[in-house]
């Protein structure tokens, strides 16, 4: 294929191709990237990269960084104007360019995604005007969580709240660490509700909830004019101001972000999309990640620079299934939250329940037991039973095991022999009955309503 039949077909892409050489300077230039930037491709040979796009330099242009690094970048989202002023969001795939082994150039292969962004924003901006931020003043009326908040006897737990509460005072960044569903917010919420910026605001961000294009604009705001349809927006830094700002999956923020992140957190300045001028802030980081972040560092999705300014200290909060002894405690503790919440009596757990929650390997961790009891809640009687938990959990109830009453009670007064018997003969009547309250008083051979009375009691 002759070099005029393949520059027909590239130029019959959706997709931008772009083509520079070592020196940066453009020696190919397909239709479609010149639709999206806005520039005949004719105006662009030959041209130094950099010139039609000056809001890009050396250091945060794909093509650039290719030829700098020899290695490739893949699904790499790159935000910049075009010499219209015009904001444009891409996706490029880059690749350094051989020849015979020699290193030439590099190459461009970009999607235009300056329209979902364009509509993204619009949408953030609707929902502000609709909704403003309220203050997020932290008292003790707050909707925040605090430390009496984080329920645990675990001993690897409590010394973690130890830790995080030395640290609360200091103002250092904190990166708090662990899987999903371990309760990461709530120990962020803790350390801000423990410090002196408590009655500052709490700012909270998913960064893995958002393009990067987009992202930007909502920490660092934007000024107008500084791309079409642009609007005066303060960024979530200013509007932390004299509290804490919690980055949540931060190992999801793209590369170029992060590298601004780590500029505003050292000079402890934010500037505007397309300001001129910079602003002081006076912001505490927090941030999260649930993956290990050494594995983050090796894949690239976190820049060690901007790891190593902000874990200034690890909260590396333990799975619930190093946390047995928690499960049963945690368990009650939602149970006797959500019947308040739900306006429904306390029920009893049946034992096999409980059995069976500690077996369980918890890939949820403690946002899984939670949803597990308040579904239990609501369709259970006076006892929550092996009936009440989610089908995936029934299939692991184990066989009821009934223990030697003589082994538990040789030590004990006849009263409390008596007590742990009757407990005891309950437990089994229940365990045999799926908690059904009925069949197990037939069993005891008593009355549904003394059964009832004794539940209460015991």
């Not at 430390?147 to 904190?174: C, H, P, W, Y």
């Not at 700002?245 to 601004?260: F, R, V, W």
């Not at 047995?324 to 006797?336: C, T, V, W």
């Not at 030590?411 to 009955?433: F, M, N, R, W, Y």
Request: glycine share 6%; charged share 25%; hydrophobic share 35%.
């Amino acid at each position: 294929m002759d070099d005029v039949s393949l520059a027909t077909i590239l130029d019959e892409l959706d997709e931008g191709v772009h083509v520079v050489d070592l020196q940066g300077n453009t020696i190919y230039y397909n239709k479609a990237i010149g639709r999206m930037e806005g520039i005949e491709p004719k105006d662009v040979l030959g041209q130094s990269l950099l010139r039609y796009f000056p809001s890009l330099s050396k250091e945060t242009s794909t093509l650039w960084q290719v030829l700098q690094t020899h290695k490739p970048l893949v699904q790499v989202s790159q935000t910049y104007l075009s010499p219209r002023g015009e904001k444009i969001t891409s996706v490029n795939n880059t690749y350094p360019l051989y020849i015979e082994g020699e290193l030439v150039g590099a190459f461009e292969v970009s999607k235009d995604l300056s329209r979902v962004v364009r509509l993204s924003e619009q949408v953030v901006q609707l929902q502000s005007e609709l909704h403003p931020p309220l203050p997020h003043k932290a008292s003790k009326g707050s909707l925040f969580y605090t430390f009496k908040d984080i329920v645990t006897q675990s001993k690897a737990m409590l010394e973690l709240v130890e830790k995080a509460k030395r640290a609360a005072n200091t103002g250092v960044s904190v990166l708090i660490t662990g899987e999903t569903g371990t309760g990461k917010e709530m120990v962020a919420q803790s350390i801000h509700t423990y410090s002196s910026r408590a009655r500052g605001p709490f700012i909270a961000q998913n960064c893995a909830a958002l393009p990067e294009s987009l992202l930007e604009g909502i920490l660092f705001g934007t000024v107008r004019g500084s791309f079409t349809g642009a609007i005066d927006r303060p960024g979530l830094f200013e509007q932390a101001q004299g509290g804490t700002i919690l980055l949540d999956e931060i190992d999801s923020m793209g590369l170029n972000l992060q590298a601004k992140l780590l500029r505003v957190l050292q000079e402890g300045r934010v500037r505007r999309l397309g300001d001129v001028r910079e602003k002081v802030i006076d912001v505490r980081v927090l941030a999260t990640t649930n993956q290990p972040t050494d594995e983050s560092i090796r894949q690239g999705r976190i820049r060690p620079d901007l790891y190593y300014r902000i874990n200034v200290l690890e909260i590396p909060l333990p799975p619930l299934k190093e946390r047995q002894e928690d499960i049963e405690l945690l368990a009650h503790h939602f149970l006797k939250q959500l019947a308040h919440k739900h306006q429904r009596s306390i029920p009893t757990i049946n034992p096999d329940v409980l059995l069976t929650l500690k077996k369980h390997d918890w890939p949820g961790n403690v946002r899984e037991l939670a949803h597990i009891v308040e579904g239990g809640l609501v369709t259970s009687d006076q006892v929550f039973g092996v009936n009440e938990l989610p089908n995936y959990l029934q299939t692991k109830v184990p066989a009821h095991e009934q223990q030697s009453s003589r082994e538990e009670i040789s030590d004990l007064t006849l009263p409390e022999s008596l007590h742990q018997l009757e407990v005891s003969l309950i437990q089994a009547a229940l365990g045999k009955s799926q908690g059904n309250i009925t069949q197990a008083a037939k069993q005891l051979g008593i009355s549904r309503q003394l059964l009832q009375y004794k539940l209460r009691n015991l």
